[in-house]
């Protein structure tokens, strides 16, 4: 088992910018693919952006394309995810995950954050 807790969330102004950070203990970090995902009050969990064990592979919604950049240091055990032109309908709960393929499936990943919340104001 890997633990996560990710930190970083906050208010921010429409077109802001915010940079969620997601730290693991336990199992050994560069074993697993990492997953962001969010949810919003009253609508499911969906997948933001995951990254494969070295990094050499990326997947994004197509609502956050060209807005948002997953990353990962595997030296420091954590995964980050940069937020930029944020708009008011990325207001969510974001979550980090962690799992053992490269997979955009949010029952795929077994390890879960608490979550940390992010509120676009316009």
């Known amino acids: 088992q890997v633990q996560l807790v990710e930190s970083g969330g906050g208010l921010v102004q429409d077109g802001g910018s915010l940079r969620l950070s997601c730290a693991a203990s336990g199992r050994t970090f560069s074993a697993y693919v990492m997953g962001w995902f969010r949810q919003a009050p009253g609508k499911e969990r969906e997948f933001v952006a995951a990254?494969?064990?070295?990094?050499?592979?990326?997947n994004y919604a197509d609502s956050v394309k060209g807005r948002f950049t997953i990353s990962r240091d595997n030296a420091k055990s954590t995964v980050y995810l940069q937020m930029n032109s944020l708009k008011p309908e990325d207001t969510a709960v974001y979550y980090c995950?962690?799992?053992?393929?490269?997979?955009?499936?949010?029952?795929?990943?077994?390890?879960w954050g608490q979550g940390t919340q992010v509120t676009v104001s316009s």
């Open positions: 990254i494969n064990r070295s990094g050499t592979w990326t």
């Open positions: 995950a962690a799992t053992l393929v490269a997979t955009i499936t949010r029952g795929s990943y077994r390890n």
